[in-house]
């Protein structure tokens, strides 16, 4: 008869931290379970078996058994290991930004699939596209429309009047654009320009082919970043973490090189 207490999954390492002297808690990310925590144990030591399977970022099947504080993973084993993002730092920031985006946006054993293949199919974008920034704001707009935070972008915030083609505004604390009449009296709100505006829409409604379609010059590129943040550090009350760690690797990389910072295709977004 099978044990109740085991059970098998798949899931996405997004976090990893120290238990004791040799142990590690692993925040896995999954398709039908959700966000869960799970003790690895002895996975700190040099004769783990289990250690090369359970790096952060790695998609694998594992072996569980349910435990009372937490599950206990018992098995593993390597589905995709993602090596060439480990490879490259500028994808490997990226991909850990992402990460630790979903992990800071889903609540624990609250399952959803979409979740779950929008992170592998970030991480499987992030190790091959040309242009890894916008593979991360296709990310943040769509995570935050399956969390029931998707910025309003289709009226004004204020008045629900719909938005003429015009620049307009971006207000964060209000919930999305807003109309030149309804900014008086709202806190933060930054310039929309209309192309703005569309590369917003089109992340929120187009699929990923559509967006990658579309060549997004640096300038917008930022302004679209900075709405993005700005609403994101709103919806969770802080930054994340990797994102500090992408900026300063674009910092580096406008020092070390000169006019040859953008790499071939990539469009820098930040300059
Ligand atoms: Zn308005």
Redesign the pocket.
Known sequence: MPNPRLYKTEAIIVRQRKLGEADRILTLYTPALGKLDAKAKGVRKTTSRMSGHLQPLTRCLLQMARGHASDVITGCETLESFQPLREDLDRLSRALYAAELVDRMTAERVHSFPTYRLLLDTLRRLQQSANPDLVLRFLEMRLMDQAGFGPRLDA?V??S?PLEPEQHFFAPQAGGA??R??VPGLAGPRVLTLNGLKVLRLLQRGSYNDVARVNVPPDLAQEVEHHLRSYIVCVLERDVNAAAFIERLRREERNTEPGTGNKEGQGAPCS
Request: proline fraction near 0%; include cysteine; glycine fraction near 12%.
């Open positions: 004004c204020g008045c009047r807003v109309c009449a309804c």
